[in-house]
């Protein structure tokens, strides 16, 4: 099957050529012809298949075939549950409807509302917003959602998990009745189930791929590491291996910033991307990423889903997750559309647990390596005592001359404060407010 014989317009195929493809993937395959009939659709699908394309082309098909347009009003709505999604989605949807008359907008947190006002003032098609934001102007009565033809949910359990239900079913109610609904999602817990009965009529269920499941071309492996070496195993990963493009994950906030000023002074171009960051300083963060000025982005779970980062290669778990679908998510980062990605994951002797609890998800064992010709760095004085304290002289001091201890940990090794915080650390991060 190619595009051109899919039934999309002239408009849309010359926007698709642009962007250099010509087949589409698997789950395009099976969505835009459900899509462009008009029916409900709940789509599972892994990380990184296509599934913003899935959902757009057909969707700015359907809005040129239906007329007499409404001007000036809100036609189709796409919910994300990140600022960093909401932006590409959008992004998205302007490159592939740049030939069509469609005004598309994003309306996301942690930028000015004023601007977003005057867009919508102005009237849009199409909106792709995250909750809080789109919320927002709601109360303001800056947006009027009563003639949605269209209503995507996209990664509706990575809302689920950052606590946006109550939101959604918000949003749900200043809907229309009669209107087309699309839910996208790489895992269906009860809860998505329950949203979806209430969202969709007679929905078209859509799946590619196991559920859970990493993408074929993704290699997996793993490196049993003590905790305080983590950071110079890694270093010496892409050193040693010559890691252009590296996407690390930390579990907390701090850690992120912790690491990435570490890497820089191992002499690795790096910057961190997580919550606590402005959305300036994310957006800058990630340019810099894909257009390779910075070598390292190191990122808490709000990278996790949604960056569409074009044959990424490298993915670390420099902390595992504590929810192992989580390293799907994550690992998703590289191998999209077709490609080849390494994703590694340095394991503490505390987080083998989790590594187990991923493989069971899985269904198989991940690799285990060892690093060869990876000689770890001597232990530090701190970590001598910490390691046999049971051994050591009551003062606990012979090896500093009578002085107390150092805090740090050995704070060359960056890895005392790894894999600590709360679990709800990054629930809200991205939320849009």
Not at 15 to 29: D, K, L, N
Not at 58 to 84: D, F, H, K, S, Y
Not at 143 to 169: N, T
Not at 211 to 238: C, H, M, P, T
């Amino acid at each position: 099957m190619s595009f051109d014989s899919m039934g999309l317009s002239p408009a849309l195929l010359r926007a698709v050529s642009e962007q250099g493809y010509t087949q589409p993937t698997p789950i395009q395959a099976k969505v835009i012809p459900v899509v462009l009939e008009g029916r409900d659709v709940m789509a599972g699908a892994q990380t990184g298949t296509g599934k913003t394309a899935g959902f757009t082309l057909p969707l700015l098909q359907r809005l040129m075939q239906n007329t007499p347009p409404t001007r000036g009003r809100v036609r189709a709505l796409i919910l994300t549950p990140t600022r960093e999604l909401a932006a590409q989605v959008a992004e998205s949807v302007k490159n592939y409807g740049k030939h069509m008359p469609f005004k598309t907008t994003v309306i996301y947190g942690g930028v000015s509302i004023n601007p977003q006002i005057d867009q919508l003032r102005r009237g849009v098609d199409i909106i792709v917003a995250t909750p809080g934001r789109l919320l927002d102007h709601a109360q303001q009565r800056t947006v009027d959602l009563r003639h949605v033809e269209i209503f995507v949910l996209d990664e509706a359990d990575r809302m689920l998990d950052m606590g946006f239900l109550p939101d959604i079913r918000r949003v749900i109610a200043m809907l229309p009745q009669q209107r087309q609904s699309l839910l996208f999602s790489a895992t269906f817990p009860e809860d998505i189930r329950a949203l979806a009965n209430k969202l969709l009529q007679s929905p078209v269920s859509v799946e590619v791929g196991g559920r859970n499941a990493a993408a074929e071309k993704i290699e997996q492996a793993a490196y049993f590491v003590d905790k305080g070496q983590k950071r110079d195993l890694l270093s010496w990963l892409i050193g040693s291996g010559n890691w252009q493009q590296v996407l690390v994950f930390t579990r907390t906030k701090h850690g992120a910033n912790k690491l990435a000023e570490q890497l820089v002074r191992d002499g690795f171009s790096a910057a961190a991307i997580h919550g606590n960051k402005s959305q300036g300083a994310r957006t800058r963060a990630l340019a810099d990423f894909k257009r390779n000025a910075v070598r390292v982005l190191v990122a808490t779970d709000i990278a996790a889903r949604g960056l569409d980062i074009d044959q990424l290669p490298h993915v670390v778990n420099y902390d595992l997750p504590e929810v192992a679908e989580h390293y799907v998510h994550r690992i998703g980062r590289t191998g999209r559309a077709g490609n080849e990605g390494l994703a590694v994951s340095l394991v503490g002797r505390d987080e083998r647990p989790l590594l187990k609890a991923i493989e069971r998800l899985l269904g198989y064992a991940v690799a285990i390596r060892q690093p060869d010709g990876y000689v770890p760095p001597a232990p530090r004085p701190a970590e001598n005592q910490s390691q046999s304290r049971a051994q050591q002289p009551a003062n606990g001091g012979h090896a500093h001359r009578g002085q107390p201890a150092r805090r740090d940990g050995g704070r060359r090794h960056g890895g005392r404060s790894q894999g600590h915080g709360s679990r709800s650390a990054g629930r809200a991060q991205g939320r849009g407010r």
